[in-house]
């Protein structure tokens, strides 16, 4: 955007392009912001040209957001809550009579390994507390810049500049097999069996991959890839095969059904995971205590 034309930027325009990439219609944002129809289409006019980008090309009955606008949508949304908490500072949140719904974007791992304590914690402290758990598609970082969901759960990598993040748990990884199959307990056994590789552990930094290169540079023979945990629990509890998965996943998934679990025979790094959340929620008063209620109900320090 050239300098010059940020004096025909003004807040109205930014309350404008939020609406539109909140509603993809130039009609829909018209009646959103109480204005009608040709004013809106006047202010993307002038939005395409402060920005020298198209911003949104026609896709069926809406608008479809170009990738310049949908990079905008996160800073957009920090911009414009830090405009609001200049004009009506929140109050405090009172988790033990206040009601909230807070929406979480996770793999299956969390739902595994930490939503169970987490919602055990708010139902004795938060009554009035409700979450919902959102998977992780595409681009979930879009979620957040939507305002569609308040946290995430997942590596870092996955933190945007909008964004900030702390790192709040590490797991170890464990071999699962079926009742009867036999665990490695080499590297070379390790490779010598067929694996089910589960998508999201590229997420997760590739840990498993990249430790097999240090060790001489073979690879798994991967026979089904999967798009989550729960599919490789299932697959591996009927199968031969053996899965590698973060030690909350494998226990939780022995008790339940026929596996064995054991070490790694690998030198691994932890699946670390940390909560991500857009920085304009930084000092949003129900946000912030979402964060400390979190870490405290899984037993870590805020």
Known sequence: M?????????????????????????????????????????????????????????????????????????????SLSEVQQLLSPPRAFDPARDTAHFRIVSSDYAAVALMGTIVSWMHDHAPGVSLSLLPVTGNPEHLLASGEADLMFGPKALCPSWCASAPFIEDAWMCVRRKGEVLPTTVSEYLQMAHVAVHLERAFGNQIDEALRKEGGAMRRVQVTVPDFAAAVFITANSPLLATLPSPVARAAARLLSLEVGEVPLSLCGSFVSMIWPRRLDRDPGHEWLRRAVMESVGVEA
Do not use: E
């Open 2 to 78: 050239h300098t010059m034309k940020l004096s025909g930027l003004d807040l109205d325009l930014l309350v404008a392009l939020d609406a539109l990439l909140d509603t993809g219609s130039v009609s829909a944002a018209a009646a959103q912001l109480h204005r009608s129809q040709p004013a809106m289409s006047r202010m993307l006019g002038r939005l395409r040209d402060c920005f020298d980008d198209p911003l949104f090309v026609p896709h069926g009955r809406g608008l479809a957001p170009t990738p310049r606008a949908l990079a905008l949508r996160g800073p957009l949304k920090l």
